[in-house]
Structure formats: C-alpha cells, structure tokens
C-alpha cells in the first residue's frame, strides 16, 4: 500500500463548479499535512496547511480526519486558472527529522 | 524566507555520462534539504535528505549520489547516468525551522533532465 495515495483524475469541471479531491495517508505517524499545487513542468508551491479543525483560504477549504486518516480539499466556484495538479503531502517524523512524502497527484482540468 | 536557486534548469545528457546538480539555499542556516525526482507523469520520489554538513539520508537504491559540502549546497550526482535516470529534479527545504512542521516546505525551480 502506497504511503499517500490519490486519486489521479482528471477531474473535468465547468467553471463556477465546486469540486472535491481526497487523499489517503498509511502512516499513523504523521505528523502535519499539506495541499500543493504543481502546474505543468513546474514546481509545486504550497497552496495551504491543512488542519484537524479544517481552515479555509478563500474558495478553498482543507479538512483533516486523523481517525479516518485521510484529508480533503473542496474548491468552490472554480476558476479557469484553478486547472493543475493537486498534491498531497503528509509530514512525517524519521529519525529525528520530518520527510514530506507526496501523493502522486490529481488533476484537475475546469473548462469554460 | 527562504530561496532555492536550482541549476542548470535543463540538461540533455548522453548514457554513461557524470551528472551533477548543484542547489543552494538563501535565508536561512542549517536547513534539512531534500532532493526529489519526479519522471513524466509521476509524483515526486524522495530521492535524498540531509539534516546537516556531510549528513546524507538515500532513501531509493539507484546510481545517484548526493553530497552536502556546504550548510546552504546540496549537490546530485551520477558517474554513469542510466536512461531512467530521466526526470524533472527538485530540491526542498523547510519554510520554517525543521523543528516546525507546520510550514510545509518550499522547492526550486528543478532542473529537468533527459538522458539520451
């Protein structure tokens, strides 16, 4: 069983849709939780931190379950500019440091 | 905060080549410092971390290499690069002290790599 997994998609919305990705994590362990951003041939820059309580960063909301161990991220009234990849990270404690280990990405593609 | 400057940002190297990436590091001191690969269509593999000068962690069994000279220089490296060895290679640090988790992390600008 993969670390963090994802479902990879694409997921083909209309502009103005809500839309949701999960992300499954094994590691009991880890410790903090993130949603990253990657456009083509690019690199992924941090998009929000994502926390037990949920946080909301204007039309983006992240949840976590530790229970369950899985995170979401739902994206409200979607924009053009919202097509990319949507990685998930998990934080984890090794040997003294943190490692982030990355989901393999969903893409999501919103057309007009 | 801090910056990761990557280079060459695109490489076009033969088989059986030496391969070596160099990432430095601004705005902050002692930083863990990671090297990611991500071949086409995949997510990113953690390839090396380093918590310190001369401290190298290799997670993947693979003809690379890495190094850690300097406390901001973060060097990968190949004798001989393999045909696989092709992907788009990203450098990481913490946004924050690694002490923070919270912050999540912040990447170069990569250098993607093809081996022909």
């Known amino acids: 069983r993969k670390e963090v997994e994802q479902d990879p998609g694409p997921f083909n919305v209309p502009e103005g849709a809500t839309v949701a990705f999960n992300c499954t994590y094994s590691?009991?362990?880890?410790?903090?939780f993130f949603w990253y951003r990657q456009d083509c041939r690019k690199e992924p820059k941090l998009l929000m931190s994502v926390y037990s309580s949920g946080n909301e960063d204007g039309r983006f909301t992240a949840q976590l379950n530790r229970a369950s161990q899985y995170i979401s991220l739902l994206i409200r009234d979607s924009k053009l500019s919202d097509s990319a990849t949507y990685l998930c990270?998990?934080?984890?404690?090794?040997?003294?440091?943190?490692?982030?280990?990355f989901g393999r990405g969903t893409s999501l593609i919103v057309h007009p | 905060s801090q910056t990761i400057h990557q280079w060459p940002a695109t490489l076009v190297q033969p088989v059986g080549s030496p391969l070596s990436l160099e990432c430095t590091v601004e705005g902050t001191s002692n930083p863990n410092l990671y090297w990611y690969r991500q071949a086409a269509g995949r997510g990113l593999q953690l390839l090396f971390y380093?918590?310190?000068?001369?401290?190298i962690s290799s997670e993947v069994p693979q003809n690379l290499s890495a190094s850690r000279p300097q406390d901001r220089q973060f060097i990968l490296s190949s004798k001989k690069l393999l045909l696989s060895d092709s992907g788009f290679y990203l450098c990481?640090?913490?946004?924050?002290?690694?002490?923070?988790?919270?912050?999540?992390?912040?990447f170069g600008s990569g250098t993607r790599l093809t081996v022909v």
């Open positions: 990481a640090c913490p946004l924050r002290s690694q002490l923070a988790s919270d912050y999540g992390y912040t």
């Open positions: 590691n009991s362990a880890s410790q903090s």
């Open positions: 990270v998990v934080n984890k404690a090794l040997r003294g440091s943190y490692i982030p280990t």
């Open positions: 380093s918590v310190g000068i001369g401290q």
